[in-house]
C-alpha cells in the first residue's frame, strides 16, 4: 500500500506563486518504482491532468493550461514529488490531488494512477 500526503496548498493573489508537495510512503514504497502525476479537480467536474513526472525525473508531461507556469519534480531520496506553480490564475483554483503510477510510462489519464491523495486546496483571488 502507498500512502500519498499532499501540501502547500492555500490562499494566494493571482500571479503569485505556490508550491504544492505530496509526499509519499509505504511499507515496501520505493519512489524510483513509481511515475507520478498532479491532477485537479473542481466541484462538479471531471479530475483534469496537471502534470506528471517519469520515474527518474527526465520526463514530463504537462496539461497545455499549465505549459510554461507549471513545473513538476521530484526528489525520489525524498520520496518527494513537487509542483511549483507560477502565475497563478483564478481558473487554476480548486483542490489539487497527487498520484502514483507502478509502471515505467507516465500517464494523463487519472484513470492509469494506482495511487491518491487526498488533496490540497488552492485558492486564487483576482
Known amino acids: 500500500q502507498v500512502h500519498l500526503v499532499e501540501s502547500g496548498g492555500g490562499l494566494v493573489q493571482a500571479g503569485d506563486s505556490l508550491r504544492l508537495s505530496c509526499a509519499a510512503s509505504?511499507?515496501?514504497?520505493?519512489?524510483?518504482?513509481?511515475?507520478m502525476g498532479w491532477f485537479r479537480q473542481a466541484p462538479g467536474k471531471e479530475r483534469e491532468f496537471v502534470a506528471a513526472?517519469?520515474?527518474?525525473?527526465?520526463?514530463?508531461y504537462y496539461a497545455d493550461s499549465v505549459s510554461g507556469r507549471f513545473t513538476i519534480s521530484r526528489d525520489n531520496a525524498k520520496n518527494t514529488v513537487y509542483l511549483q506553480m507560477k502565475l497563478l490564475i483564478p481558473q487554476d483554483a480548486t483542490v489539487y490531488y497527487c498520484?502514483?503510477?507502478?509502471?515505467?510510462?507516465?500517464?494523463?489519464?487519472?484513470?492509469?494512477?494506482?495511487?491518491w491523495g487526498q488533496g490540497t486546496q488552492v485558492t486564487v483571488s483576482s
Open positions: 498520484a502514483a503510477r507502478a509502471r515505467w510510462d507516465i500517464s494523463r489519464r487519472s484513470g492509469g494512477y494506482d495511487y
Open positions: 509505504g511499507r515496501t514504497f520505493s519512489a524510483s518504482n513509481y511515475a
Open positions: 513526472i517519469g520515474r527518474s525525473g527526465d520526463t514530463a
